[in-house]
């Protein structure tokens, strides 16, 4: 048994920053412009490459371990692009396609 009790589990997921991918996430962190789910999603990238345990990043960031694991691993597979909400997510419109006339 080490000493290293109380530490929290080192990450399995190594997050490996471009210093471009760094910089655009960085932004986010200051911008009014985008969503706070992904300037969230952001954070827990950049405190993955700061080699943060994934139970520290849970109580900084306020998201679920499975969560954080979830976007890590998503980043590694498509970079700044995984990030996003895929397609169909979120609140469904309330009115059908065709809008109000």
């Not at 992904?38 to 371990?65: F, T």
């Not at 700044?80 to 009115?95: M, N």
């Amino acid at each position: 048994m080490g000493g290293d009790m109380g530490q929290g589990r080192k990450t399995s997921i190594i997050v490996e920053l471009f210093d471009d991918e760094r910089q655009k996430l960085l932004e986010w962190q200051r911008s009014t412009t985008i969503s706070a789910g992904l300037a969230k999603r952001g954070r827990v990238i950049l405190l993955l490459s700061d080699k943060i345990p994934i139970s520290h990043i849970a109580v900084k960031v306020g998201m679920r371990r499975d969560k954080i694991a979830k976007w890590g691993r998503r980043f590694i597979e498509s970079r700044i692009d995984g990030l996003s909400d895929k397609k169909g997510r979120g609140r469904k419109p309330f009115f059908p396609s065709g809008g109000c006339h």
